[in-house]
């Protein structure tokens, strides 16, 4: 999608007459690998702004290193709270909602249907908050958490996983 508007944008003349030039890297979902291609494409590539960014667990971290590089990093999805809450970062920024705005969205749908879908009044629910505990998981279940105890929701469970965890069915059945 990326590469189709750049495509457009440098057919209609580029932006104020600049050509768009982009450089890929793949930063194989891993946070290391994310901080070194990041400072290869400011140091090497003496790119200006750092666009794209998918994961979270890799955004944390790399946020920090362009931020003291003073160089702008745009994100367009990692969307973990961790990756800018209290941190202070002046040059990275992400313009879509974070993740634990989505987890409290969920709870609203529930109250809001409850009643009428399962036949049991919001405040009798119980829920169980199951997510993978790296920072994308986390942030979207503080959100179920906010968002359910706003609505009166008993939690009966709220634990994390590892992606990594090879079987969860102990956790499925608690």
């Known amino acids: 999608g990326a590469k189709?508007?750049?495509?457009?944008?440098?057919?209609?003349?580029g932006v104020e007459g600049y050509k768009i030039n982009p450089i890929y890297a793949d930063?194989?979902?891993?946070?290391?690998?994310?901080?070194?291609?990041?400072?290869?494409?400011?140091?090497?590539e003496n790119v200006d702004m750092l666009l794209g960014f998918y994961s979270s667990a890799q955004c944390?971290?790399?946020?920090?290193?362009?931020?003291?590089?003073?160089?702008?990093?745009?994100?367009?999805?990692c969307i973990s709270p961790a990756?800018?809450?209290?941190?202070?970062?002046?040059?990275?920024?992400?313009?879509?909602?974070?993740?634990g705005l989505f987890g409290q969205i969920s709870p609203e749908f529930l109250a809001s249907y409850s009643q009428e879908k399962l036949g049991i009044a919001p405040g009798d629910l119980k829920v169980a908050i199951i997510h993978e505990d790296g920072a994308y998981g986390s942030g979207v279940?503080?959100?179920?958490?906010?968002?359910?105890?706003a609505q009166g929701f008993e939690i009966v469970l709220k634990e994390g996983y590892s992606a990594t965890a090879p079987d969860l069915s102990s956790l499925v059945t608690k």
Do not use: C
């Open 83 to 99: 990756v800018l809450k209290d941190r202070n970062l002046k040059y990275v920024f992400r313009a879509q909602p974070h993740g």
């Open 4 to 13: 189709i508007m750049i495509d457009y944008f440098n057919s209609q003349g």
């Open 60 to 77: 944390v971290p790399v946020s920090a290193k362009v931020d003291a590089l003073k160089k702008f990093m745009w994100i367009t999805t």
């Open 141 to 149: 279940a503080a959100g179920n958490e906010a968002g359910s105890n």
């Open 27 to 44: 930063a194989q979902s891993k946070p290391d690998v994310a901080i070194n291609e990041a400072v290869r494409l400011i140091e090497q």
